[in-house]
């Protein structure tokens, strides 16, 4: 019972991890969208829409890393029971 624990907690904390970038995410295309449609995208590093796109791409990324981080916790947590014939 208590790695049943661990796993519900482990889960827990990384859907709340999840769910946090994914509003970041949202929110941060809507910058870029803003952005895009007044065309107010800097020259400077980290302003152009070259930097936009990539801190976009990586965020993406990120929560593809964290979503496959927590299949991957979940099966592994299955694979560590023992095997019972029926």
Do not use: N
């Not at 065309?39 to 829409?49: C, H, I, R, V």
């Amino acid at each position: 019972m208590e790695k049943i624990r661990e796993l519900a907690t482990l889960l827990e904390s990384g859907i709340t991890d999840y769910d946090d970038q994914l509003k970041t995410l949202q929110s941060e295309r809507l910058k870029y969208i803003r952005l895009t449609m007044t065309d107010g995208f800097g020259t400077e590093e980290g302003a152009s829409k070259e930097s936009w796109l990539l801190h976009l791409k990586q965020v993406e990324d990120s929560l593809g890393l964290r979503l496959k981080a927590l299949r991957q916790a979940v099966q592994d947590f299955a694979d560590s029971f023992p095997k019972q014939e029926t």
